[in-house]
């Protein structure tokens, strides 16, 4: 048996890419070869590069949740369901307790 991962690095820029719809990917490879070219010449923006494979991370996650872009034109749209800020704020600080 191997003693290999079941998953891979969810940060890694090849299972980001493997996991963005292809609406995504364009945009997602645009922002990885700016950050990498940048954190190539100042390796100070390795930081930067390193969170934005963490957002982009993130997004997978995001975007394979059923209803995921009708939610988000129904946002754009002014419609669907909505919480006031004020109750959301209140709503997680009670969780948190």
Partial sequence: MSA????????????IL????????????????A????ARDDLASYTALKRLLHRWSLTVVAVNQPGYYEAIQEAK?????????DEAIASELARRR
């Fill in 18 to 33: 493997r996991g963005l719809p292809t609406r995504e990917r364009p945009e997602f490879l645009r922002q990885y070869r």
């Fill in 77 to 85: 749209d002014g419609a669907g369901a909505t919480t006031p800020l």
């Fill in 4 to 15: 290999q991962p079941i998953h891979g690095d969810p940060e890694d820029p090849q299972e």
């Fill in 35 to 38: 950050a990498v070219e940048s």
